[in-house]
């Protein structure tokens, strides 16, 4: 099946408009937090035991931005620092519960802008949607290509 010329246009474009749904979702939040520092305690969220030295790699930034983003974020008790009980060295990154509301409302805020605009799909289009994005995020976990080969040969 010969692929359409402009699908990977259509698939850039569509992932424009969806970042543009989500970041309106979060600008009518009134976030009293930068989108870094959102960043920051969805990554802490998602990777429990962080300490500062794994944040930054997460990040891609030195161990120094890490704790200023940190710093910042526990001055407005968002996040704490706690030692951690395996070694006393070790200093852990804990979301508060205020961070957790915060990232929860905000999900769920923007979880619903997504279904308005669903909801404005047919329900066959919105199915094919689904499949295609389950291909899609599976196609993206497959091993990719080593550097060096050429990648229009294969999409030919």
Do not use: K, W, Y
């Amino acid at each position: 099946m010969e692929r359409p010329p402009n699908l990977a246009a259509a698939v850039e474009a569509a992932a424009e408009a969806l970042i543009g749904v989500l970041d309106s979702a979060t600008s009518r939040h009134n976030l009293s937090v930068s989108p870094t520092q959102l960043r920051v305690l969805s990554l802490i969220m998602s990777h429990p035991d962080t300490n500062v030295n794994r944040l930054a790699e997460l990040l891609d930034v030195v161990p120094s931005s890490a704790s200023r983003l940190c710093d910042r974020l526990e001055a407005v008790g968002l996040l704490r620092r706690v030692a951690d009980p395996r070694d006393r060295r070790e200093v852990r990154l804990l979301p508060t519960n205020a961070a957790e509301s915060l990232l929860r409302e905000l999900q769920e805020r923007r979880h619903r802008a997504v279904q308005a605009v669903l909801d404005r799909m047919p329900n066959r289009v919105q199915h094919e949607l689904l499949l295609a994005l389950l291909a899609f995020g599976q196609a993206a976990t497959m091993s990719a290509p080593q550097s060096g080969s050429d990648s229009t040969a294969r999409s030919a």
